[in-house]
């Protein structure tokens, strides 16, 4: 596999088992990145790793400099992304704590900077956005699950709505009828930068609640922890895998 990055979200801030080499500040165009760049071997492999939120988990999803993130991996010679990120699920068959793959997103985000192709340029550029995910990792992420028996949902739209609040029942609604089957804050721009800059970027979601008005419960920061704490253990199996691939 070309050179892989991981952006891990929300309960993913650092890789376990990762070991370090180097650690990167790249000065970007467009200002800093969410975290240092830790280069190291996981699994045998080299591997880039960035906390898209901060180490700390401290920037929240409308405040992320996606530009920077994605412009200091492709500076570093990274050609593949893998996106972990938190999901509420939407479609009943999308449970806490299951892991989806997803093959489509809707974009509700507003006033984020969301594309590297607005000044200076020569010409105006359109990038082809009909498939918003690589699928060939795609289906490297789903064979490395099926080889060491992971259940993941093989196929899920991604609503990405502006937060950091989450979602009205009537909002959720909306997107379902739209077609979302799960929603996050973070999926855009991300994926549509990475396409800018050619590189080949796939989603890992994990369902950490069910969205709002799915379940009788309010929903709860210590609730979508504990859900994320617990389905990492099968994320770093998968990472763990495909790195191996
Ligand atoms: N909505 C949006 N983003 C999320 C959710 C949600 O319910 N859960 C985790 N990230």
Known sequence: MNELAIIGGTGLTDLKGLEITQQHQVNTP?????????QGTYSGKSVFFLARHGMQHTIPPHKINYRANIAALKELGVKTVIAIAAVGGIHPEMQSKDLVIPHQLIDYTWSREQTFFSENLN??????????????????????????????????????????????IAEINRLEKEGCDIVGMTGMPEAALARELELCYATCAIVANPAAGRSSKEITMAEIEANLKESLENVHKLLAEIILF
């Open 30 to 38: 467009y200002g800093e990145t969410s975290s240092p760049i830790i």
């Open 123 to 168: 010409k105006v550029t359109h990038i082809d956005f009909t498939h918003p995910y690589c699928e060939k990792l795609r289906n490297q992420l789903l064979t490395s699950a099926k080889k060491i028996g992971l259940k993941v949902h093989s196929k899920g739209v991604y609503g990405a709505t502006q937060g950091p609040r989450l979602e009205t």
